[in-house]
């Protein structure tokens, strides 16, 4: 699984992104499957380290659209982003979603 910080569609061209809410309850286990971190946003890392340790290392990249992948984001998406790096988040300012990619 790949975690991501944007849903976006892997290519410009005609398909349909299913998304489906992830509870918080559920987060744990979903991180721990999770082999590609794309996620970009290192202040909402920092919080995922805190429920998976072993979460891999961000690199820089885009989700291709194999597999299935988990955005997870600050609620409503608002990153704050400040003078001196992301803003501070905690669990509960976070909102999940599991992501497949399905082309036309």
């Known amino acids: 699984m790949h975690l991501i910080s944007t849903v976006v569609a892997p290519s410009f061209t005609s398909g349909t992104l299913v998304v ?14 999770v082999a590609v971190n794309l996620h ?10 805190t429920l998976c340790p ?15 992948a ?8 608002v990153r704050g982003a400040s003078a001196t790096g992301d803003t501070s988040v905690t669990l509960d300012d976070l909102e999940a979603v599991l992501i497949t990619w399905r082309p036309a």
Do not use: I, M, S, Y
């Open 70 to 77: 988990l955005a997870v984001r600050p609620r409503g998406g």
């Open 40 to 49: 970009g946003h290192v202040a909402t890392v920092d919080v995922l380290r």
């Open 20 to 33: 489906h809410a992830v509870d918080h309850n559920k987060l744990t286990d979903l991180l721990g499957q």
């Open 54 to 68: 072993t979460l891999p290392e961000a690199k820089r990249g885009f989700w291709d659209g194999t597999g299935t």
